[in-house]
């Protein structure tokens, strides 16, 4: 009788311990469940930021415990005008967003956290095929250049000025049509030429109705094109938050490094459903070929000064902020070093 006792004590000791193990670990999965949600809002939806959304279906944020809602502002004044209201955590989009908003006076400003891009993503595109293009054949024309002292436009002006090319006399850049209209009000009938993102552009190709004929971004150098900020107030007191969406960019950025064009072609599926699998490989292939995304997460001091210096040249810049004002690369570093 005692033996039994025993016996009956020991199992019911052995269920305890395993129902409160059981108890645990149910606790840790629903801990690992709860994310973060983070609003990231984004200049537009394109190729050009690859790593970006390979972060997102690899499921890189979810690993730092983040969860990405990816709002499409179509342009880089919607996206600072939703950053500075607290619509969006974080922005993505040029750095001369954060230059014009600097320059303000403002007591909270955005700050430049990583850089994604580090040249221009858009293609000069017209309505013949050429594969002999050279900038001389744009003389006498127009084209349709995006917003005025938006850094696409401001970036063509300087390779068109490098170029030799007068903007008064030679050449008729369009300032005048919003960003997401642009492909539309060319294929209208409007302008020449029109500087556009993949895959839009490879989309109209596809279809006969334009043609790529120069990479902007092949001739406008390095620039840091488009970078990750957050308000000043939202870096000072959440730095956390800051640090773990880096880590998942940069987890992005060597995942993309390390993988064929037809692995990351799978893997950004999801975010261009509509775009033919053989064209995510060329676009892919097109971007890689200019060096678009080295994995390099610091907005170099060297950088923002050309990029200012091509904002003087169009005539948008009285004032240049400080680097340590509106670029800070703690975040960064510590995710290129982990």
């Given at each position: ?251 992005g950025m060597v995942w993309v490094q390390e993988n064929s064009s037809e692995e990351i072609a799978k893997a950004v599926k999801p975010q261009f459903p509509d775009t033919d699998d053989d064209v995510l490989v060329t676009l892919i292939d097109r971007y890689r070929d200019q060096n678009s995304w080295t994995p390099d997460l610091i907005i170099t001091e060297e950088g923002l000064d050309h990029m200012m210096d ?29």
């Amino acid at each position: 009788m005692l033996q039994n006792a025993k016996k009956y004590l020991i199992l019911l000791s052995l269920l305890l311990v395993v129902s409160l193990t059981l108890l645990a670990c149910t606790n840790n999965q629903n801990e690992e469940i709860e994310l973060q949600e983070v609003t990231l809002m984004e200049v537009t939806h394109s190729l050009f930021y690859t790593p970006q959304y390979v972060a997102i279906t690899q499921g890189f944020f979810e690993e730092e415990g983040l969860e990405i809602e990816l709002v499409n502002a179509g342009g880089a004044d919607k996206v600072m005008a939703a950053l500075l209201s607290d619509e969006a955590d974080i922005g993505f989009m040029g750095p001369e967003a954060s230059v014009y908003v600097y320059n303000q006076d403002r007591d909270d400003y955005a700050v430049n956290f990583a850089q994604l891009t580090q040249r221009d993503g858009s293609f000069l595109v017209g309505r013949e095929k050429n594969d002999d293009f050279t900038f001389d054949k744009v003389k006498g024309k127009t084209i349709i250049g995006g917003r005025k002292g938006g850094m696409p436009e401001m970036t063509l002006e300087y390779v068109l000025k490098s170029k030799g090319l007068d903007l008064e006399k030679d050449v008729n850049v369009r300032t005048d049509i919003q960003f997401d209209a642009m492909a539309g009000a060319f294929l209208s009938g409007e302008g020449d030429y029109v500087t556009l993102f993949e895959p839009v552009a490879a989309a109209l190709e596809k279809e006969g109705k334009a043609h790529v004929v120069a990479s902007i971004g092949e001739e406008g150098g390095y620039i840091p094109f488009t970078a990750y900020s957050a308000t000043k107030e939202r870096i000072e007191n959440d730095p956390e938050t800051i640090q773990k969406f880096t880590n998942a960019i940069y987890k992005g950025m060597v995942w993309v490094q390390e993988n064929s064009s037809e692995e990351i072609a799978k893997a950004v599926k999801p975010q261009f459903p509509d775009t033919d699998d053989d064209v995510l490989v060329t676009l892919i292939d097109r971007y890689r070929d200019q060096n678009s995304w080295t994995p390099d997460l610091i907005i170099t001091e060297e950088g923002l000064d050309h990029m200012m210096d091509i904002m003087e040249l169009a005539g948008e810049l009285n004032k240049r902020p400080n680097y340590e004002d509106i670029v800070t690369t703690n975040f960064a570093e510590k995710a290129m070093d982990n």
